[in-house]
């Protein structure tokens, strides 16, 4: 089970304009082959999947920790689509004048016609994230070669998306994904030294680039977020640090495990788009809701 929070990785700041074609470049961390969508499945199927799992606690546990923060990392991507997309139309309830004119010169229309101006479940390409990007052999050294691979692979992909956007909430919410992407890359190369004794860890940075090269990583950094893995539960999953443990293999610092989530930040309150009909309850009675809160002794 997941104990879902209301609260966001990291404060995305507000956009200093909308672009929609840099939320179709950034759709691509999250759809992706490489997408947070693709960690979060691949690592949680792993996880109802494993076998063994009493002899081999520990990587259990390290693998059900990442997994659990795979589904803030898709929160956190999708929030940043969808400010990146605000402004784009034009606010209104008439159809007439051609509110979503604009959306014709962005590259993902789907993010106008198919969505109510927010994100989707697709690559930067608009094409639809599949089950077959899930990868769980039921082989333990086979999953976390892969793994380790995926992180890479969608560490790459970071990096790109990066040099494709300009925009302050884009590049703070790839800065982060960066130092915990780069996280889960060390967590799985020390899982396989400790179960195979090969010393991943000196394939270190894939690519050949160091996280201080993006300048939003730097704060993450030097309050020692690259090295702390959290396990997303406050009585489970205690045996992470039999495997995510010693020194980090670029600064040398120590690999911690802390119990629990990051305490993280609101989310963005996306505002109403009636030119799209999002959401569309215009008949609602807000005060019909403030009563039946005031009886029940909710705070409205």
Request: with cysteine; glycine share 8%.
């Amino acid at each position: 089970m997941i104990l879902k929070m209301d609260r966001l990785p990291i404060e995305l700041p507000t956009p200093n304009n909308p672009s929609p074609n840099d939320a179709a470049a950034v759709q691509e961390l999250l759809g992706g082959k490489f997408g947070e969508m693709s960690t979060l499945m691949n690592y949680t199927f792993q996880s109802f999947n494993f076998r063994g799992r009493k002899r081999l606690r520990p990587f259990y546990d390290l693998i059900c920790s990442i997994a659990g923060e795979e589904y803030g990392h898709i929160e956190a991507v999708s929030y940043a689509i969808n400010l990146l997309l605000t402004g784009t139309t034009k606010r209104g309830f008439d159809p007439e004048p051609g509110p979503l004119k604009n959306a014709t010169d962005a590259r993902n229309t789907y993010h106008f016609i198919a969505s109510g101006q927010s994100s989707l479940p697709v690559d930067s390409m608009g094409n639809f994230w599949t089950g077959q990007n899930v990868f769980s052999s039921g082989n333990l050294r086979l999953d976390l070669l892969h793994n380790f691979f995926l992180e890479c692979g969608a560490r790459a992909n970071k990096m790109r998306v990066y040099e494709m956007v300009t925009d302050p909430t884009a590049r703070e919410m790839v800065g982060y994904l960066l130092v915990r992407g780069g996280l889960h890359v060390v967590a799985y190369a020390r899982a396989l030294e400790h179960l195979t004794g090969s010393d991943v860890t000196k394939l270190i940075p894939v690519p050949e680039l160091s996280n201080k090269a993006f300048p939003e990583t730097r704060k993450y950094e030097a309050n020692g977020v690259h090295r702390i893995l959290y396990t997303f539960s406050q009585e489970d999953y205690q045996k992470a640090g039999l495997v995510f443990n010693g020194p980090h293999p670029e600064d040398g610092q120590p690999l911690e495990v802390r119990f629990g989530a990051p305490e993280g930040a609101p989310a963005p309150d996306l505002d109403e788009e009636p030119q799209l009909n999002a959401p569309g309850a215009d008949d609602f009675d807000p005060d019909m809701f403030k009563d039946i809160a005031k009886k029940m002794g909710i705070k409205s």
